[in-house]
């Protein structure tokens, strides 16, 4: 089992940053992708980033150029640092984890807003 503490959301305006924050316990030695989605009010919850336990990242077109995702090692928390940020970017935020056996875990989320 593998537990997923998100913190980091709040209240900004456009073209202001948040770094959100994902902290995994539990059995984090197998997990082998962390991930960050989103989900909109009246949407279907979207990637918005990844990262192998190997480093390698990919992101949604939407956040290329503005979102980092990084995570040092297998016990350090991920991070997702979010600058120049929009109104469309307004969401609740989770963390999820994937481990060697395709289990997921995800986090309770955390609601970033963005204002005009």
């Known amino acids: 089992q593998v537990q997923l503490v998100e913190s980091g959301g709040g209240l900004v305006q456009a073209g202001g940053s948040l770094r959100l924050s994902c902290v995994p316990s539990?059995?984090?030695?197998?997990?082998?992708?962390m991930g960050w989605y989103r989900q909109a009010p009246g949407k279907q919850r979207e990637l918005v980033a990844r990262?192998?336990?190997?480093?390698?990242?990919n992101y949604a077109d939407s956040v290329k150029g503005r979102f980092t995702i990084s995570r040092d090692n297998a016990k350090s928390p991920m991070y997702l640092q979010m600058n120049s940020l929009k109104p469309e970017d307004t969401a609740v935020y989770y963390c999820?984890?994937?481990?060697?056996?395709?289990?997921?875990?995800w986090g309770q989320g955390t609601q970033v807003t963005v204002s005009s």
């Open positions: 990262i192998t336990r190997g480093g390698t990242t």
């Open positions: 539990g059995n984090i030695f197998n997990i082998n992708l």
């Open positions: 999820n984890a994937e481990n060697y056996f395709r289990e997921g875990y």
